[in-house]
């Protein structure tokens, strides 16, 4: 079992969610949430963390912790962050890319894409 799977169950337990309840929190299925609980889901989608840590109501501490959990992938480039680091626990103006080509003229709609998260 992973360490995301073992502290995901953990906190689940203590707040006393049923993996249904959780799920039903968290917009997931309650497939995906037992399948995260006994590692067979080992690397969740970044998106599927930050809604699990919201349906959980953790604290910023936990929340770092449960993002840490996420095993990294396989092929990663040195020095790189996970997807699920990037946009979980980065500050907003680091959770987007960079854009391939200067954005010219785009100052309102970058502004309002960045603050959307």
Request: hydrophobic residues 45%; without cysteine.
């Amino acid at each position: 079992m992973s360490d995301f799977a073992g502290l995901l169950r953990r906190y689940r337990a203590a707040r006393s969610l049923t993996q249904e309840e959780l799920a039903t929190r968290a917009r997931i299925t309650q497939k995906a949430v037992g399948a995260l609980e006994r590692g067979e889901r080992r690397r969740p989608y970044p998106h599927t963390v930050r809604a699990l840590a919201d349906a959980l109501g953790l604290d910023d501490d936990e929340r770092a912790l449960l993002v840490a959990a996420v095993p990294p992938p396989e092929a990663s480039a040195a020095g790189s962050r996970t997807k699920a680091t990037a946009l979980v626990g980065a500050p907003a103006n680091e959770r987007l890319p960079a854009p391939a080509a200067p954005v010219i003229g785009r100052d309102d709609q970058v502004d309002a894409i960045v603050g959307a998260w």
